[in-house]
């Protein structure tokens, strides 16, 4: 983004006179001043500590200028400050401006799991035909979408934006904010079932993201669920479906699945094999969601083939590492729920390796009062011939063990720790561990299993 204060005061309808750093120019925004780069705008959001209280550090460290809330009081001190009725509103307009200004074409994505993956997929399938920009890590929230838009390059044609949500009201505000052209859903789930109780109402706050779906817009989403198929069939736009069902639009024909990548068909175009650089057959779901999007924007097979190959995942999903003991480390410790664990699981069980299989399983969080049964329902997708040693963390895992013991599990191949912290955990594991182990790390990122991993892994 390059604007000058003059153009930003317009966008976000200031309430103070910037004339006299009307041609000041601004090149990107920052929430954090410790990460602000020179030249930056500096927004000032309401957290644990009132942003405010940073913009002088944001000025040492090179803003250019700062959004200011009308109801706090400043001294003038001469640098540049655009007052608003709400910063972070007047970031969503902003970024609004902007999108409207560089006007390309906006894949929206959300969904239970995959969102991120499928982001991943759909930006490097059309990154080889135009120029993308795509959510960065997980800023896929009111914060991060705008900031998301704000960070595009003026030549940009795509932007997938990664939507979030964990409440009713969330999609839909996003979902406006961009007005995207294609909305992608991947799949319904358990994720955030303690604040919506059930999958059907998780299904509606999910279809949120069709509310701002362009009249000529295109709903790509999950044939195989239910759920949406009712609730997208009053939708006016074009819907696409993708899946493992033959009734979809698209869907596979064959998958065939190494320890290193997944090889597919799909009925659009039967003659040509798609490898994508993941393990798991759930991935293949994300890859047709991605084939779908590229294919309504006229992405050719051969750039589909090299777009999913070429695949460069966001960080901490699912990916292998070496660990410092000569073991294979399956990392996927961002989040989870039933679903993705029930799916790795499956996976890692059915990968053709020799060595052991050590699994490491933090809480699953958000899953409200069913929390205990669903984390004791996994017990029925772990056993001692395909998973030689169990690790768990949290206080929502002690179902789990209690469950695994009820069926006959080993007690001396369970270990149950409070937290991460505890130096035992880290301690049990380089002592369990030997070459040739296949070890998973999953678990809800607030667990932050992260830590055994830097634990672990080669040097």
Known sequence: MKMN?????R?????????????????????????????????????????????????DNGASATLWAADHDFADDGHPRIVVADPLQALHKLGQYYLRKINPIVVAVSGSNGKTTTKDMIASILSTQMNVTKTHANFNNAIGVPVT??????????VVVEMGMSHFGELDELSKLVTPDIAVL?????????????RDRIADAKMEITHGLREDGTFVYNGDEPLLRERSAALKQVKKTFGRQLNNDIYATSVEQSDHDIRFKVNLWPDQEFTIPMIGEYNVNNALAAMMVGDLLHVTP?????GLADLQVTANRAEWLAGSQGEKILSDVYNSNPTAVREVLQTLNELPETGRRIIVL????????ASQKLHAGLAD????????????????????????????????DLQLFTTVEETQLITQLHKTIQAGDIVLLKGSHGIHLEKVLQALKAK
């Open 5 to 9: 204060i003059a153009e930003i005061a």
């Open 11 to 59: 966008a976000v309808d200031a309430q103070n006179n910037v004339e006299q750093w009307a041609e000041i120019e601004v090149s990107g925004v920052a929430f954090d001043s410790r990460k602000l780069q020179a030249g930056n705008l500096f927004v000032p959001l309401a957290g644990a500590r009132d942003g405010h209280e940073f913009v002088q550090t944001a000025f």
């Open 149 to 158: 838009l704000l960070n595009m390059e003026a030549n940009t044609e795509a």
């Open 186 to 198: 991947t799949m319904i789930g358990e994720a955030h079932i303690e604040f919506f109780g059930t």
């Open 302 to 306: 051969e750039h589909l083939q090299k």
């Open 362 to 369: 933090g809480d699953m969080l958000e899953l409200g009062e």
């Open 381 to 412: 997708a772990i056993d001692h011939d395909h998973f030689q040693k169990v690790f768990l963390v949290g206080n929502e895992m002690k179902a789990l063990r209690e469950q695994l013991l009820a069926t006959g599990y080993p007690a001396d």
